[in-house]
Every structure is written in structure tokens, then in C-alpha cells.
């Protein structure tokens, strides 16, 4: 089973900048696309961005296009959340999760395995 480890997250001002880690244990080959959520209190599970470990591919969910990057670290089992230009509806804990095959759909239903997440607070 994989363990996923997020970090980075804290309390920023509206348009700053945080970056996210994943860091993920016991991945094997057949786990190919890694995902962010977030999660506001009273709300559901949203899609932030995703990557494929295999060729880089990604997408960036609507919500967060044009702040938000990912990027991923092959050789450390890590992947990366940059957000800049954060506003107070960024405010969420922020999840990293594991999906056996890369996925632009962004449903949470294709995720198995899910870190404890980590917080984000934006001030205005």
C-alpha cells in the first residue's frame, strides 16, 4: 500500500505564493497518476491538478488555472503543488492521492489512496 505524505502547507496573505510536497512510499509501476484535491470545511472534495509519473502529462483543475503548477520528482517519489496568487477561497486542506492510470477528469472516485492532507489558510 502506498503511504502519501504531504507538507508545505500554512497561513499566507491573499497573493502569495506556498509549495505543496507529496511525498510518496511504497509506490509501485502500476501507479502511474498522482492528484491534489482540496478540501473546504462544508464542502465537497474539489480537483486541483494532476500528473502522470511516466511522461509528465498533466492538468490543472478550472478553479486554480493560471496560478497553480505541478510537477513531479522521479527520483524522490515527490510531487509538487506550486500555488501563487492565492486568494481566501484557496483555504482548504490540501490531499495528494495516488490513481492506478493518469487521468484528466479529475473525479476522486479514480484515487486509492489518499494522504492526511495539509493546511491552507489564505488571509485577505
Known amino acids: 500500500q502506498v503511504q502519501l505524505v504531504e507538507s508545505g502547507g500554512g497561513l499566507v496573505q491573499a497573493g502569495g505564493s506556498l509549495r505543496l510536497s507529496c511525498a510518496a512510499s511504497g509506490r509501485t509501476l502500476s501507479s502511474d497518476g498522482m492528484g491534489w484535491f482540496r478540501q473546504a470545511p462544508g464542502k465537497e472534495r474539489e480537483f486541483v491538478a494532476a500528473?502522470?509519473?511516466?511522461?509528465?502529462?498533466?492538468v490543472i483543475g478550472s478553479s486554480v488555472k493560471g496560478r497553480f503548477t505541478i510537477s513531479r520528482d522521479n527520483a524522490k517519489n515527490m510531487v509538487f503543488l506550486q500555488m501563487n496568487s492565492l486568494k481566501p477561497e484557496d483555504t482548504a486542506v490540501y490531499h495528494c492521492a495516488t490513481n492506478p492510470r493518469y487521468s484528466d477528469s479529475g473525479h476522486r472516485y479514480e484515487y486509492d489512496d489518499w494522504g492526511q492532507g495539509t493546511q491552507v489558510t489564505v488571509s485577505s
Open positions: 500528473i502522470a509519473w511516466s511522461d509528465g502529462s498533466f
